[in-house]
């Protein structure tokens, strides 16, 4: 990519919206970010966002080569409608063509999670690989795969949804439909009921963890276990411990499945606990399979809450050269 | 691939090598096989090896392109030598070169499993599709994935060890050093142990498989409870519904992880089992994500024990072909 190339990169996310002009190192050159307000359809919203942009635009003196969008939720195979997005209550908005005719720029749609593993592939942890994994472990937990120098979009442009793979088949049941998915007990939302449980089964042991909810006035989450664990509290100790060996079991499935070089581990819950890597880590090498892990690297994530706008905006910038070397 | 064009597919397992002559259409013209003859070393199986191949060459008028081989083992990234292949007791075998030399053939070597996952892709029921992935559920699990119109091969050309992700993490020991590996539950050698756990365990209920086992002068093998299933046995009924759980779940997490078109299922416990397809099939499109079912189809393998051949074979062709093209 050339430096002196830059595009605009959005993240769409349920509750904020980021804009940032990236340059073609994959520096951030100027931000913005607003509340994603879904309340007015999305009509609305997509004239927000276009005035975001414009005034990025308005800012520099280069012109931006595209605009690539990452939507928390599926776009179509064909990269023009976003099929669904459930924080956005958006069903079928041709996102593309919209954006496209206001912005008289090429737009390219891409699903958030996947925007931000473009974002470490291109230039965070995973520069210069070819074979890598991205597992976010947030509220939720999703991923993008890169195998044989291409990220793999599936057949119906749904592949990586990591956090749905079944790793304890009589586990707890999942927000999807099934049961002992690896978000289910290592996403965020799943460390939180753990805890909110294991407080209920001992209130004594977990006194404590419930005494800094209501000292700091809010309700048992991941962060707060985080924080917890660190303070040497057993109960949080204890959880964070079961959300390793969750994440090792998984990343194990993942590791033998996919051969990758790199995998990279970013997202709240991480960013939280940053030690988990390193024991994943060694959980990994000891149970997967020795020539899946002859190469193997476990990396935290690079560019943290970049890397959604900067993977899109390197996407937009991908895809107009493309355009170029194909015309 | 020309329709006139052949090629020869070696598959080479532990126990059995099997050795085919294979047309452009993917057509046995005529094959061989023999006993895998380990305990004089790699010279003399290989020597072996070269015999059966000179032997279908003469008898056939079309000089074929080149000669595939599917191997029990770990092949180098570099296509050239068998790493390591524990059922052949070889350890960095450079394959490729010796077989060249004596043949004066191209020769491609490939994993066996991936070979079988060419054949069912071109030949079978792959055929005409760029997404899918094959499971051969068979003493263990193996695969291999096909995303985007190409094989994943991995950092470390092992992608694709599908039997070895986690679905029980509390689950049993694998033969690897994981627990609870899909391997673990639903291969046959998991199976079987299952089962003569079981008869251990409830002597009276575990009478009649004990019985059908010693009249027919065996041990307790997968096969054997496949039968017994089939014939109404409480006990075998229920290892075949737990197998089934194992294969659900597994097979939902590859649903989520690639979003494959097509999931193909064969291998000796699919052989044996084949209602188990409309099982999982059922099973997975109500736990899967529903945006990664869209275009799921879920088949039996069509090539059965000729995939491997058949695939080595292709794999042959198309290496050949791509020569041609790259000079």
Redesign the interface.
């Known amino acids: 990519m050339d430096k002196d190339q830059c595009a605009i990169g959005v993240d769409l996310g349920g509750t904020k919206v980021k804009v940032a002009l990236v340059d073609g190192t994959g520096k951030i050159l100027r931000k913005s970010r607003m509340a994603t307000r879904t309340e007015n359809g999305p009509d609305a919203l997509v004239q927000e966002i276009t005035r975001a942009v414009c005034d990025l635009r308005q800012e520099e003196s280069v012109g931006p080569a595209g605009v690539g969008v990452g939507v928390a939720g599926?776009i179509a195979t064909n990269g023009e409608t976003v099929?669904?997005a459930p924080n956005l209550d958006w069903h079928d908005v041709e996102l593309k063509d919209r954006l496209e005719q206001v912005l008289d720029l090429p737009v390219a749609l891409v699903n958030d999670v996947r925007a931000a593993t473009w974002g470490e592939w291109l230039f965070g942890a995973g520069r210069g690989c070819?074979?890598l994994i991205c597992l976010f472990v947030g509220t939720g937990i999703g991923g993008g795969?890169v195998?044989?120098g291409?990220m793999?979009?599936?057949?119906?442009?749904?592949?990586?949804?990591?956090g749905?793979?079944?790793?304890?088949?009589?586990?707890p049941p999942c927000n999807?439909?099934?049961?002992?998915c690896l978000e289910a007990l290592a996403g965020g939302w799943a460390i939180a009921r753990r805890a909110r449980e294991a407080v209920a089964a001992d209130p004594r042991t977990g006194a404590p963890l419930k005494k800094l909810a209501a000292d700091q006035g809010e309700s048992i989450t991941a962060e707060l276990v985080a924080r917890a664990a660190h303070a040497g509290d057993p109960l949080a100790g204890r959880i964070v411990a079961e959300t390793a060996?969750?994440l090792i079991?998984?990343t194990?499935?993942?590791v033998?499945?996919?051969?990758?070089?790199r995998l990279i581990f970013g997202g709240g819950v991480i960013e939280g606990l940053p030690e988990l890597v390193e024991r994943i880590d060694q959980g990994v090498r000891?149970?997967?399979?020795k020539?899946?892990c002859?190469?193997?690297e476990l990396l935290p994530a690079e560019l943290h809450n970049d890397a959604g706008v900067v993977g899109a905006a390197a996407l937009a910038m991908r895809c107009d050269e493309k355009k170029g070397a194909d015309s």
Request: glycine share 14%; with cysteine.
């Open positions: 599926q099929r669904l070819d074979d795969v195998s044989g291409r793999l979009n599936g057949s119906s442009n749904t592949a990586g949804e990591l749905h793979m079944t790793v304890d088949l009589h586990g999807c439909e099934n049961r002992g060996e969750a079991a998984g194990v499935g993942l033998n499945a996919f051969n990758p070089q000891g149970r997967a399979l020539a899946a002859e190469n193997l």
